[in-house]
């Protein structure tokens, strides 16, 4: 069975930064990983991700340039996907989720992704 765990979420003021780590158990290096968010209410949001065989990233365009998604090749973490976010706003408050391995050829923001984490929640205040 294939486990994702997000960590690294918290509360931070507007203007700051908090880098989010997805451990999978399974090698991230070789499928596709994202990021997604969702606010309560509102519809699941794509995020950034890496497809596999790649490291060319995609984000949303509400967080390009402030977010960067990337890979660890560490033999030791090689199986972690991070989020670095800068520049927070209180608009990028959600819980954020970590997807592994794309199951569709669809468009990747829709979330067509066979395993999920349980989620690490980001609070920015103002």
């Known amino acids: 069975q294939v486990h994702v765990r997000e960590s690294g979420g918290g509360s931070v003021q507007a203007g700051g930064s908090l880098r989010l780590s997805c451990a999978a158990s399974?090698?991230?290096?070789?499928?596709?990983m994202a990021w997604f968010r969702q606010i309560p209410g509102k519809e699941r949001e794509g995020v950034a991700i890496?497809?596999?065989?790649?490291?060319?990233?995609?984000?949303?365009d509400s967080v390009k340039g402030r977010f960067t998604i990337s890979r660890d090749y560490n033999a030791e973490n090689r199986n972690t996907v991070y989020l670095q976010m800068n520049s927070l706003k209180p608009e990028d408050s959600a819980m954020y989720y970590c997807a592994a391995e794309k199951t569709s050829t669809s468009n990747w923001v829709r979330g067509d992704f066979r395993y999920w984490g349980q989620g690490t929640q980001v609070t920015v205040s103002s």
């Open positions: 890496l497809f596999s065989g790649g490291d060319r990233p995609y984000y949303a």
């Open positions: 399974l090698p991230t290096y070789l499928t596709s």
